[in-house]
């Protein structure tokens, strides 16, 4: 009996060794789909920088996006703008490009119709009273990770 219940004491050992995403609080999306289960680099800037991101705090950004972003971008898609999605192609090509975390954090403060002209109202602004900087980069690393890394993110290929 004892040796049993080593046996499966070791293995649940070996389970939550092998998938350290299991073993911490990480959402099932982040490991499943977009094959996160470590901290990932993101672009910071435009100068280069990167900065790590865990798993735990893409979960709280995929969170936070599903509390407050879900309504209007569907799949990475907008709803109420259908030509400008959160595909990585798209974020590239707005002017200022938003394929960054603080550029992105930047249009989320205040957000710009696509081709930086001026203020949008489609999107909501988040102000600092609303998300604090490590939330909202948090939102922000989840949107690029889902933008580099998720099948058919901001497409009509769902």
Not at 1 to 10: E, K, N, S
Not at 57 to 68: A, D, M, Q, V
Not at 140 to 157: I, M, R, S
Request: aromatic share 8%; proline share 7%.
């Amino acid at each position: 009996m004892l040796r049993r219940l080593c046996c499966v004491i070791a293995v649940i050992l070996i389970f939550i060794v092998q998938n350290p995403a299991s073993a911490a609080n990480i959402d099932r999306y982040l490991v499943r789909f977009l094959h996160v289960t470590a901290p990932i680099d993101l672009a910071l800037n435009d100068n280069g920088e990167t900065r790590s991101y865990s798993p735990e705090t893409l979960t709280r950004g995929k969170e936070l996006f599903e509390n407050s972003c879900l309504n209007c971008h569907v799949g990475g898609a907008t709803l109420p703008d259908p030509q400008t999605s959160l595909s990585l192609p798209k974020l590239k090509g707005a002017t200022p490009p938003r394929d960054n975390i603080n550029s992105l954090v930047a249009y989320m403060r205040q957000p710009m119709v696509y081709d930086g002209s001026s203020e949008t109202f489609w999107c909501r602004q988040v102000p600092e009273s609303w998300m604090n900087q490590d939330q909202i980069e948090s939102l922000a690393a989840f949107v690029l990770t889902a933008a580099q890394k998720a099948p058919g993110w901001g497409t009509d290929n769902l």
